[in-house]
Structure formats: C-alpha cells, structure tokens
Nanobody, 127 residues
Framework: QVHLAESGGGSVQAGGSLRLSCTLSGYTNSQCYMAWFRQAPGKNREVVAFIGSDGTTKYADSVKGRFAISQDNAKNTLYLQMNSLSREDTAIYYC?????????????????????WGQGTQVTVSS
C-alpha cells in the first residue's frame, strides 16, 4: 500500500521561505512522476510543481523562479523549496504520485492523473 506523508508546513511572514517534504512508503519502482498541488480557501486545487522520473521539472507560472521541486530517491522523499512567499501562497499543500506503467506526461497538471495523495500540510503566509 502506497502512503504519502507531507511535513514542513507552518506560518511564515511574507518574503520568507519554507521547505515542504513528502515521504513515500510502500512505493514501487514503477513511478512515473510526482507533483505538488495546493488548495487555497474557496478555490480549486491547482498544480504547483512537477518532477518526472528523469528529473525533468515544471512549474505553475505563479511560482516560477520562487519554488523548486526536488526528489531524493535514496530517502524516498519529495521536496518543495518555497522562497519569497506571499499571502497568495497560503493554502494546503499536497504531494501526489503517479505510478506506471502508463505515464501520461501531457496531463501532469490534472488531478485525476495522480493515484496517490498525501493528507496535506497547511502553509500560512502573513503580511
């Protein structure tokens, strides 16, 4: 059974930084890719960043240049480094994973592609 668990959320002032972690357990070697999503109050969940099994990364326009996604395969951990945070980044952040054998890379922004989700971690940015 695959399990994802996020950590690292919290409260920070605008302009500050946080690093989120997502630990994977029970995972197979058939991983396609992983991503971070977020859901702000009253809004739909949206993709923030993506990382493929080959290390390719992609970002939502709203976080480009401020956020960085990375993965430590030896530790089975996914990270999201968030810098220059603003109030608009306040949300619950979720990590998600897609396993193979079919890897629809053109659909990386879609929630339905991901079969495994963490429980979420709250990030609150105050001015």
């Amino acid at each position: 059974q695959v399990h994802l668990a996020e950590s690292g959320g919290g409260s920070v002032q605008a302009g500050g930084s946080l690093r989120l972690s997502c630990t994977l357990s029970g995972y197979t070697n058939s991983q396609c890719y992983m991503a971070w999503f977020r859901q702000a109050p009253g809004k739909n969940r949206e993709v923030v960043a993506f990382i493929g099994s080959d290390g390719t990364t992609k970002y939502a326009d709203s976080v480009k240049g401020r956020f960085a996604i990375s993965q430590d395969n030896a530790k089975n951990t996914l990270y999201l480094q968030m810098n220059s945070l603003s109030r608009e980044d306040t949300a619950i952040y979720y990590c998600a994973a897609r396993s193979g054998p079919i890897c629809p890379y053109t659909s990386w922004t879609m929630e339905w592609v991901y079969g495994y989700w963490g429980q979420g971690t709250q990030v609150t940015v105050s001015s």
